[in-house]
């Protein structure tokens, strides 16, 4: 039995020519050719991260929940739990003109109790920086803390299932509704004043020939 040495065609004991490459055949049989090892092209799956579980029942779980949809077993992060203290630090240690662009890019905690702690610490510093002229640096650190408070009432849903710490949330978020809205008012008056004063001045200097 014949083979061709070039591509290791199968060929008849009389043939002269490769009837698939058309290379010529020498005498005599030839081995068929070593077979070549197909190129593995396919895909590979390529695991990253961790799987979190349920210690309770071992539901695979995702993120941002306070309870398993499995068995209802609350959730307690313990790696987490000081999350709140080391933004405090974190916070501190900076300068002004970093604190804004820290309190924005600053993850928002998954857990139930870093969640809320993370709420009240928020909402008091976003009532407490109202008064504040724009433009300022303390201005943007303000900004920042408004963005974050609203970044926080967005999430507040993964607390939904929760009646207690639900309620909690809401009435955070009604407080710090009945702080804000009287000082924007405060603001908006002090500006009409002042637009007020302005008009009433350059009124009196073209009746008095002034201007």
């Given at each position: 039995m014949k083979f061709c040495t070039k591509c290791g065609n199968?060929?008849?004991?009389?043939?002269?020519f490769c009837d698939k490459c058309g290379s010529p055949v020498s005498n005599g049989q030839t081995p068929p050719p070593t077979p070549v090892a197909e190129k593995n092209e396919s895909r590979k799956q390529v695991f990253e991260g961790d799987i979190h579980k349920c210690p309770n029942c071992g539901t695979v779980l995702t993120s941002g929940i306070i309870k398993c949809p499995g068995c209802d077993f609350e959730l307690r992060n313990i790696k987490a739990s000081n999350a709140i203290t080391d933004f405090s630090n974190?916070?501190?240690?900076?300068?002004?003109?970093?604190?804004?662009?820290?309190?924005?890019?600053?993850?928002?905690?998954?857990?139930?109790?870093?969640?809320?702690?993370?709420?009240?610490?928020?909402?008091?510093?976003?009532?407490?920086?109202?008064y504040i002229s724009m433009g300022s640096t303390e201005y943007f650190i303000y900004k920042a803390w408004e963005s974050k408070y609203k970044q926080l009432k967005n999430k507040a849903y993964i607390l939904k299932n929760d009646k207690e710490a639900?309620?909690?949330?809401?009435?955070?978020f009604k407080t710090t509704k009945r702080k804000i809205h009287p000082a924007i008012k405060g603001m908006i008056v002090c500006a009409a004043i002042v637009i007020f004063l302005i008009i009433l001045l350059i009124w009196y200097g073209f009746k008095t020939g002034e201007l």
């Open positions: 199968q060929l008849s004991d009389d043939a002269k974190k916070l501190n240690s900076i300068s002004k003109q970093q604190k804004a662009s820290f309190i924005l890019s600053y993850p928002i905690p998954n857990t139930k109790e870093d969640f809320m702690e993370f709420l009240f610490l928020v909402s008091s510093e976003y009532v407490q920086q109202n639900w309620e909690q949330v809401q009435q955070v």
